[in-house]
């Protein structure tokens, strides 16, 4: 099969700006094609979307106007992940040597506001107050740390870790260390979690070059993997009147073992992870489902500093979504970004040390898709 | 009706965004909010929790879930201290402080109907 690699790479900050989304998403394919040495021309085709900034193929009226097919891709937390599984398969196919992935978005203040019908759900989840989406993530979490002995101050370990490699992170949002005393007194939104432990919505924009491994590039990194699941029964997500009887199943468990067995790889492999962090909890559950470590492991590798840059097992070396937002379109390339910059050595002041080699991305949304990617070098 | 235990649990502490959210009558207070795995069956059933002290809600508390014109509602339930006692963490045995709120017993309902009601909602797809 046709090896597949990331030859560019970029992404804008994320902080709070006057740019619009297509902005944000022309400079990043303007900046990943500049990484690459390459220019719009030699892209034969490209792929990408926002969730609620515009359609990403009205971008050739900035890029030019080369005739390649752009596809949009629409795929919540996935469509970066989407978008990268597209460009696999029209490189392996034949259909274009180089490929551009997009993702880019651009939400204001306090945006996300899911409407029940929206969801097949009676008005009476609106009208109870039953549409917060931050009422899952505790409820979730708030479960796991009953079967597993996790701590609040663990909670707050992740986010304070978050902050402190926002703060080494130039494109972060967030860049202002927080203390863990501080993240627990921030006030409680759904408890356990409170208002410091959550990500906001963002905007930004991130974009990667892709080729086939014949072509010559000046600094790759290999694409080992790159898969996109939606759930199975039986798990928990977010508005769900329901959850079925028995042990839970997940999308992230699912999506993470396709991706290390596509890839020939473990999670014992990997040098450093992006982990979805929509808030600590994720983090903390996602460690276990992505298969890093067992269910409870993680009370103790975090507070041994096992998932800080220079830990065993560094996680969101960039500050995740915590630190730096989350725009929803952008957020999945995000982490691929961050890994590339890892594994090329590029990631100045949060560089992992002894150079990392194999690297992993995982996303999670609603209603239960999971886009995970195995990349080493 | 049905009886069950609290599987997992959070307490909406901020009012939601109005529409599509009607605070009851007096203004937003913080509510209860979580799953009640329903004996036998397994199945876990989201529903506001009636608890009359939000500091008391624990994983494992017994409860009793019922339809509503809304969301199912769940409160303790009534008598049987036993059960509660042996549930699972600190908060066991708060049956008995219970029972005052749990007084009147809500109109009869077979398990049946709520389970039906809930089932015809599942979750729908949607972005993020």
């Known amino acids: ?377 | 009706m049905a009886d069950g235990t609290l599987w997992t649990w959070t307490v909406q502490r901020f009012a939601p965004k109005s529409p599509p959210y009607v605070a009851p009558e007096g203004g937003f207070r913080p509510f209860a909010l979580g799953y009640v795995e329903l004996d036998g069956e397994g199945v876990r059933v989201a529903a506001v929790l009636d608890v009359p002290d939000l500091d008391d809600v624990h994983i494992g508390m017994r409860l009793s879930v019922k339809a509503s014109a809304g969301v199912p509602r769940a409160r303790p339930c009534p008598a049987n201290p036993s059960a509660t006692a042996a549930a699972e963490g600190p908060g066991g045995g708060t049956a008995a402080r219970y029972e005052g709120a749990a007084a009147a017993p809500p109109p009869g309902l077979s398990p049946a109907p709520l389970i039906e009601r809930v089932r015809q909602t599942p979750p729908g797809p949607v972005a993020s």
């Open chain 1, 1 to 377: 099969m046709t090896g597949v690699v990331i030859c560019g790479a970029a992404r804008t900050s994320f902080a709070r700006s006057e740019r619009t989304g297509r902005e944000h998403a022309v400079a990043a394919i303007t900046a990943a094609l500049a990484d690459a040495g390459m220019d719009w021309a030699r892209v034969g085709a490209a792929f990408g979307g926002s969730d609620a900034a515009g359609l990403a193929d009205t971008l050739v009226a900035d890029l030019g106007l080369t005739g390649i097919p752009f596809v949009n891709v629409k795929n919540g937390c996935a469509t970066g992940g989407s978008a990268l599984v597209s460009a696999v398969n029209a490189i392996r196919s034949g259909m274009a040597e180089v490929v551009v992935a997009v993702g880019f978005d651009k939400h204001p203040r306090g945006a996300f506001d899911p409407r029940p019908e929206d969801w097949g759900l009676d008005d009476a989840y609106g009208r109870d107050g039953l549409m917060v989406t931050t009422q899952f993530f505790g409820m979730k979490i708030q479960r796991y740390m009953h079967d597993h002995g996790i701590t609040p101050w663990t909670l707050a370990l992740v986010a304070e870790k978050a902050y402190r490699n926002g703060s080494l992170t130039p494109e972060a949002w967030r860049r202002k260390e927080v203390s863990a005393d501080e993240i627990l007194a921030s006030g409680m939104v759904n408890d356990p979690l409170t208002r410091f432990m959550f990500c906001s919505p963002g905007e930004g924009a991130v974009a990667v070059v892709l080729c086939s491994s014949s072509v010559t590039t000046r600094d790759p990194v290999a694409l080992r993997s790159a898969v996109v699941r939606t759930r199975r029964a039986g798990s928990f997500e977010v508005f769900s009147p329901l959850v079925d009887a028995g042990p839970l199943t997940s999308v992230s468990r699912d999506a993470a073992r396709a991706a290390f067995e596509q890839a020939s790889l473990g999670p014992s492999d990997v040098d450093v992870v992006q982990l979805q962090d929509t808030e600590s909890g994720a983090e903390v559950m996602h460690l276990a489902e992505c298969g890093f470590c067992e269910d409870g492991e993680q009370e103790k590798l975090i507070a041994a500093g096992a998932t800080e840059i220079g830990g065993t097992l560094p996680v969101n070396t960039d500050g995740g979504c915590i630190a730096n937002g989350e725009p929803i379109g952008a957020s999945g390339l995000r982490q691929v970004y961050e890994i590339v910059q890892q594994l090329r050595g590029r990631a100045g002041a949060r560089q992992v040390p002894g150079r990392p080699r194999i690297g992993f991305t995982h996303v999670y949304g609603a209603p239960g898709v999971s886009a995970c990617t195995v990349l080493s070098r």
